[in-house]
């Protein structure tokens, strides 16, 4: 098996470079400049992220989420918490903490749902609810403001928040369609890692799995409602940029100068 060159071993779960990848026009981004990761929450992450010197971390999750397991980061780093799911239904924001905490509560709060169609409206309320419009609205200005050192943008896993997060980097940098599409489904195998203890929790309560692998899988048919949703709300990637996170032409075309050499 090839190794996967974007991967950064680590205590970090999940932890990625999107450098060197080509964009339209020529060019590539730089490597080392854009990080995404699952929580460093590991009290050796700390020591661990230090190599990378890391301008910013920015933590896409719930407040819940950061007040039971807090980042652990070199004394250095600018820590920004974007929080994606503030004003999503309390149903949906309370089971994503629920998922890494506590199976049984998770299954009783969700039992009552599709989970497939729950994650649909996840990734509909990633792209046109107005709390994860000023998030990723903000992370687009922390990596402006860091100016070319080097942010990490993480969620729990690094999976859903974290993989809409670098879409919209990776699109308005000018990366293929394609490769944007296979940056998202990549993260499955560390996805699976992170996941398996909660798996084998999930078993030992009974809970069923055909609740629980909607929740914790990397689908492909999510992203494409992320940006149908794009689309159908704002004609398309630019008016998203533009009208979905408030972002002026300067600045999209600040951050494509950032991410591409």
Request: glycine letters at 8%; aromatic letters at 6%.
């Amino acid at each position: 098996m090839v190794a996967d060159p974007f991967v950064r071993p680590s205590v970090v779960p999940n932890l990625r470079d999107l450098g060197e990848r080509p964009v339209a026009g020529g060019g590539r981004l730089p490597a080392g400049r854009i990080f995404r990761a699952g929580e460093p929450s590991d009290p050796a992450a700390a020591a661990d992220l230090r190599r990378l010197g890391l301008a910013t971390v920015v933590d896409l999750r719930t407040v819940g989420e950061v007040a039971q397991r807090p980042d652990c980061l070199p004394d250095a780093v600018t820590y920004r918490h974007l929080d994606v799911l503030a004003d999503m239904p309390s149903e949906m924001a309370e089971g994503q903490a629920h998922l890494m905490n506590d199976p049984v509560a998770f299954a009783e709060a969700f039992g009552r749902f599709d989970p497939v169609a729950q994650m649909h409206r996840t990734y509909t309320e990633l792209v046109v609810a107005p709390a994860a419009r000023a998030a990723y609205a903000g992370l687009v200005r922390e990596v402006l403001a860091a100016d070319g050192a080097p942010v990490l943008v993480h969620c729990t896993a690094g999976k859903d928040r974290t993989g809409w997060a670098v879409t919209v980097l990776l699109l308005a940098a000018g990366v293929a369609a394609e490769a944007v599409r296979a940056e998202y489904l990549a993260v499955i195998p560390a996805v699976r890692a992170t996941f398996a203890p909660l798996v084998d929790r999930y078993a030992a309560v009974g809970a069923p799995p055909e609740l629980l692998e909607p929740m914790l899988e990397v689908r492909g048919e999510y992203l494409d409602t992320a940006l149908t949703r794009v689309d159908d709300v704002f004609g398309g990637f630019d008016g998203y940029l533009h009208d979905g996170l408030g972002l002026t032409g300067d600045e999209t075309a600040a951050l494509r100068a950032l991410l591409v050499r």
